[in-house]
């Protein structure tokens, strides 16, 4: 079913991904938790993550946070989820960054920056820094962002991450031209 979510949601099809990923939920809360494999809960996280990604995308940004909310939950109980606990926390600061709440949002990016600093994960902080600059384009701290683009840029490159150079690219552009303007 989390498979089938998936492919609908990489085609933007977000009620019929929503539909499977709910299955998943449902078919892994009934499996017993195994202390020694962490199994369910690392599907489970990836699950609440793909639906907290749903609901930002259909503009549920409560569900959102309901869903990264659980899975950053099961994710602190399990120390070797930490790149999807650093997933979760960027993708809950996101939300609050869409809902214009930049003190909750900056608190969360900034957690996702240290865990990923300090498991050298270095294509986890490039996600980091550019969500953590867009946190800054949104409350028009333009040379904040751009030290933070440039640092993800540098980042994204060195691990070869073309989809983040793009991304961040794009923001740099953004933040350039908004500063001729002033």
């Known amino acids: 079913y989390a498979n089938i979510g998936a492919v609908y949601l990489q085609l933007n099809q977000f009620e019929q991904s929503q539909e499977y990923f709910e299955k998943a939920l449902d078919f892994y809360n009934t499996l017993p938790f195994d202390e020694s494999t962490f199994t369910p809960y690392t599907q489970l996280i990836t699950i609440f993550n793909n639906l907290g990604i749903v609901s930002q995308k259909m503009g549920d940004f409560d569900l959102a946070i309901d869903y990264y909310s659980h899975g ?32 909750l949002a900056f608190e969360y990016l900034s957690e996702a920056f240290k865990i990923r600093q300090n498991n050298d994960d270095d294509y986890g902080l490039v996600q980091s820094y550019r969500m953590i600059a867009t946190h800054y384009i949104r409350i028009n701290q333009d040379d904040k962002a751009l030290e933070q683009l440039r640092l993800g840029y540098n980042l994204a490159g060195k691990v070869g991450n073309m989809t983040s150079l793009a991304q961040i690219t794009e923001l740099l552009h953004e933040v350039y031209q908004r500063k001729q303007m002033i």
């Open 72 to 103: 950053i939950s099961l994710a602190r109980k399990t120390p070797q989820n930490h790149r999807m606990l650093a997933m979760l926390l960027n993708n809950l600061g996101s939300v609050y960054i869409e809902q214009e709440q930049p003190g």
